[in-house]
Nanobody, 124 residues
Framework: QVQLVESGGGLVQVGASLTLSCAAS????????MGWFRQAPGKGREFVAA????????YYADSVKGRFTISRDNAKTMVYLQMNSLKSEDTAVYYC?????????????????WGQGTQVTVSS
């Protein structure tokens, strides 16, 4: 079992920056790739970014590429999502998730554990 707790969400203006954090506890953190997903009202859960334990595999959604950066501190069992140049369409609940497999990191179904989410609202 892995417990994930996100923090760092909030209300910001267009163009601002925000960093989300995800604290992981429980089973060995090194066994998991970590990802961020988001879900806007009335929409499905959307892949944002993911990084493997070795950090050799890193993926970003096209919509955030160049603006968002995923990082992880394996010693502290933390995952971060640095978000720059935020747009109104980035408004969503952001979820941290843990993936135990060597598979497609962009598919929510491949993730075994999920946090409860943190709200990010970007206002114009």
């Amino acid at each position: 079992q892995v417990q994930l707790v996100e923090s760092g969400g909030g209300l910001v203006q267009v163009g601002a920056s925000l960093t989300l954090s995800c604290a992981a506890s429980g089973r060995t953190f090194s066994n998991y790739a970590m990802g961020w997903f988001r879900q806007a009202p009335g929409k499905g859960r959307e892949f944002v970014a993911a990084k493997s334990w070795t950090e050799r595999r890193i993926y970003y959604a096209d919509s955030v590429k160049g603006r968002f950066t995923i990082s992880r501190d394996n010693a502290k069992t933390m995952v971060y999502l640095q978000m720059n140049s935020l747009k109104s369409e980035d408004t969503a609940v952001y979820y941290c998730a843990a993936n135990p497999g060597n598979n497609d990191y962009t598919i929510p179904h491949n993730y075994m554990y999920w946090g409860q989410g943190t709200q990010v609202t970007v206002s114009s």
